[in-house]
């Protein structure tokens, strides 16, 4: 029986939980939870009964960014098949950052890579004290092109300038600082720090908030033309073909240094 890799339940008051289920892998994302968060965003987006949406993950971590070795599988399955992926992940964060509803995302362990993308497309965001954070993809000789507009939109283009390139490690008070996160909590406290958020998520009005967060993204310029959409799409599917990826990810999988650090190799 093959893995459900995401799955999402609608309490009575149309509270949403839509939970990353590769805790074997911690949440990272291949085609199959790309594709299950489309279809899923997809309907709770359609139903007037879903008022808010809550995303976390199942297992030790929240999300691991890309699955590496799937990753590494796709680059080799030709042009048109790696821009089809492209397009999909980009059209999945593209689809979190401008869904109608109040989001929240629920952060435990490590959030890295494309996890970050996912929280700050997300309008709400708590961690436990002891997760940890990094934009990892440059680690590995990729480009994160399909989540830049949201990290700039979260955490501001200086801090992005720095985070994204030096591919550091951050903690929780951190991530809050460069207002990545909104609160931060004891571990085990993501449920009951996160209830008086929810609560007045429900008290607004769904179209009214629908509305306000359109326009808080359109003065922001968030909400991408096709024209920027595709570049973005087209830069991300040539840079997982890259010499410096095929290191980036050789080195993943031998688990050693690349060769572009002094003495790597």
Known sequence: M????????????????V??????????????MIQSLLEIFGELGADDAVRVVV??????????GADLKW?????????????????????????????????????????????????????????ESGAMFAITEARWGLLPAVIIAQLNG????????RYALSCERFDARRARELGLVHEVCEPGALD??????IDAFLKSAPGAIAGTKALALAHARQPMDEEYFEMLV????????????????ASFREKRDPSWYPGGR
């Open 154 to 161: 979260a955490m501001g283009l200086r801090q992005v300038r």
């Open 55 to 64: 995303l976390r993950g199942n297992g030790r971590h929240f999300q691991a």
């Open 71 to 127: 990753i590494d599988q796709v680059r080799e399955r030709g042009e048109a098949e790696n821009l089809a992926v492209s397009r999909r992940t980009a059209q999945a964060m593209r689809v979190l950052n401008e869904f109608a509803k109040p989001t929240i995302a629920l952060v435990h362990g490590g959030c890295f890579g494309g996890g970050i993308g996912m929280i700050a497309a997300c309008d709400v965001v708590v961690a």
């Open 234 to 249: 087209d830069v991300h599917t040539k840079k997982r073909a890259s010499d410096e990826a095929v290191e980036g990810l």
């Open 19 to 32: 939970t990353l289920n590769r805790a074997a892998a911690n949440n990272a994302y291949n085609g199959a």
């Open 2 to 17: 093959s893995e459900t890799v995401v799955l999402h339940a609608v309490d009575a008051r149309g509270v949403a939980t």
């Open 192 to 197: 009951a720090t996160a209830a008086p958020i």
